[in-house]
């Protein structure tokens, strides 16, 4: 392991593919926060499909970038959803055509509110579906703790109640 330019700890061992980003919340518009963007976007079907369904909708149809962004200023709490798309993009500078405005604000309340989840809990999502693809190329569990700043009784918690994971491949 070695310290790179900007102080976070880096993973150079070739056979670990899970940056040290995991452990913690990176900061916005930080390198960090680049890397797990690109690691979102390489593994796009597991990680949205681990995620709260509001930051799934918004990944996936504006891009993780815009959905970090979004949750760090609004997160964890819930958003007003217009009639039309173009007032939602002044609202919160989102980049969303009306089609996909329209897929989204369907899932709004009577009040025309969604939940958008807090930065931290997604992050949460994410870095639980990277340790379970970690799991799954059998990463010993020490290299998991030091990865993803959890305990061991978290990894052994994790592998108990995930005994099978989607298409039937076992941890």
């Known amino acids: 392991m070695e310290e790179s330019m900007n102080n976070t700890v880096r993973n150079d ?3 670990m593919d899970y940056p040290a980003l995991f452990s913690g919340l990176p900061i916005i518009r930080s390198e960090n926060e680049k890397e797990l963007v690109r690691f979102c976007e390489s593994n796009q079907r597991c990680v949205l499909a681990s995620m709260p369904w ?28 217009p009639k039309d798309a173009l007032r939602f993009a002044q609202l919160y500078a989102v980049d969303i055509n009306d089609v996909d405005y329209k897929k ?3 899932r709004a309340d009577t009040s025309g509110h ?13 870095r639980r579906a990277a340790m379970q693809m970690a799991m799954r190329e059998n990463v010993p569990s020490q290299e998991l703790t030091r990865t993803f700043g ?4 978290n ?14 491949e076992p941890l």
Do not use: N, Q
Request: proline residues 3%; aromatic residues 10%.
């Open 54 to 81: 509001a930051a799934s909708e918004i990944a996936g149809i504006c891009g993780f970038s815009t959905l970090f962004h979004l949750m760090y200023r609004h997160g964890g709490r819930k958003i007003y959803m």
């Open 114 to 126: 969604i939940e958008l989840p807090s930065a931290w809990g997604v992050f949460i999502a994410i």
């Open 104 to 106: 989204l604000a369907r």
């Open 150 to 153: 959890v305990s061991m009784r």
């Open 13 to 15: 061992d070739p056979g």
């Open 155 to 168: 990894i052994r918690m994790i592998r108990s109640s995930t005994g099978k994971i989607k298409g039937g």
